[in-house]
Structures are given as C-alpha cells and as structure tokens.
C-alpha cells in the first residue's frame, strides 16, 4: 500500500534562511505527489503538485519541490523563509481514483 | 465562490450522543471526502464519494456513516460518540477528471468527545 513518510516532525529555521522539507513515498508506481500547507485552526491548502513531466515543480508562495524517482522522494524547498511561512506542511501521494495518503506533516517554526 | 464549506466549526459531545457534520461545496465538483486530522498521524480518510448517490469506505470508517444528500452536500454523523472520536474533521472535494485530482479542503470542525 503507498505510504507517506516525513522524517521531520519540527523544524526551527531563521527569517531569511533557506528551507528544505523532507517528503519519502513509497508506492510501485509513479505516484501523483502534492504537498499542502495548513496555518492554525485553517484547513489545507494546496501548494503545489507533480503528476508527470518537469521533475522541478513551482507552486504558489516561493516554493517548489523536486521528484526524484530513484531517491522516492519529494522535498519541498523554498530559498528565503518568511515569518509568514511558520505553518504545517503536509505531504500527500495520491493514486487512481479516490485515495490519498497524507504524511504526519512537519511543523515549521520561523525566527526572527 | 465561497469553496467548502463545514458546520459546526467547534463541538462538544458527552459519550454516547450523536451528532452530525455538515459539507457543502460550490464548485460543482463531482467527489467529496471526510478526513480526521490527530496529532502525529496527517489526515486519514474517513469516508469519500465518488459521486452523487455513491459513498465508499476509507481508510478509517468505524464509528461513522456519511450521507451524499446531493451534489453539492456530504454529511458526516457520529451515531454514538466515543472519546477516541476527539478530532479535528476536514471535509474536501476535488475537481471532476478522469486521474488523480487535486483536493480543496474546508475550514475544520473541531471535535471534543467528553
């Protein structure tokens, strides 16, 4: 059954510094990646998504994220942190019709 | 478009009461999803609907049972509340195609089962 891992349950970063979040997936086919964010007592909202094609994909934001099929992996990056980007990540893998899988998520603290 | 919608946004249970969660969406989207979201463990699937007049099982169904009452509403009901049932409750619905789709979410409804 696919599955989504992300090894990181909190991460702590400066206001200005770069971010890389982890996402591992495990699914025998190419999966259909999403990663979402969720800021307090809101409900998720999409930021950006892979299904086939450019393995670098851009999402709303700043960030984007990168397939890499030989590692099953889809980290999420953004290259200078806003305060405002202190929220929950969460990684998804969907497949054929209705089913997706979400990640625990990683909780991102931002410094001033 | 005022997306999806839930209600109640907060509630408080006592064990063994019922109650039940309101969705509703306006972007004519044909699928519909109940989550629960707890701590540590993402969002696991409750409950979806393909399409109107059709609801199949997810990932963790036990406890609830959900209504398609039309294209645009899908309701969750909790007939006999248990504290394990103490949740955060995301509604979501997704674009109509023929792969994989996107899901838009709801605000949440909090839920304490005394």
């Known amino acids: 059954a696919q599955s989504v891992t992300q090894p990181d349950i909190h991460i702590t970063v400066s206001e200005g510094a770069s971010l890389e979040l982890r996402c591992n997936y495990s699914?025998?086919?190419?999966?259909?990646l999403f990663w979402y964010v969720q800021s307090p007592g809101q409900g998720l909202q999409l930021l950006l998504k892979?299904?086939?094609?450019?393995?670098l994909v851009q999402g709303i934001k700043g960030f984007e994220a990168e397939f890499k099929r030989s590692q099953s992996s889809f980290n999420l990056r953004k290259p200078s942190v806003h305060w405002s980007d202190a929220a929950e990540y969460f990684c998804a893998v969907g497949v054929w019709g209705n089913d997706m899988r979400f990640g625990a998520g990683t909780r991102l603290t931002v410094k001033p | 478009n005022a997306g999806v919608t839930q209600t109640p946004k907060f509630q408080v249970l006592k064990t063994g009461q019922s109650m039940t969660l309101q969705c509703a969406q306006d972007?004519?989207?044909?699928?519909m999803y109940w989550y629960r979201q707890d701590p540590g463990m993402g969002l696991r699937l409750i409950y979806y609907s393909a399409s109107e007049g059709t609801t199949d099982k997810g990932e963790v169904p036990n406890g609830y049972n959900v209504s398609r009452l039309n294209k645009r509403e899908f309701s969750l009901r909790l007939e006999s509340a248990a504290p394990s049932q103490t949740s955060v409750y995301f509604c979501?619905?997704?674009?109509?195609?023929?792969?994989?789709?996107?899901?838009?979410f709801g605000p949440g409804t909090r839920l304490t089962v005394l």
């Open positions: 892979y299904f086939s094609g450019d393995t």
């Open positions: 699914y025998g086919a190419t999966p259909y």
């Open positions: 972007m004519n989207h044909n699928s």
């Open positions: 979501a619905s997704s674009v109509p195609g023929s792969s994989y789709n996107e899901q838009f």
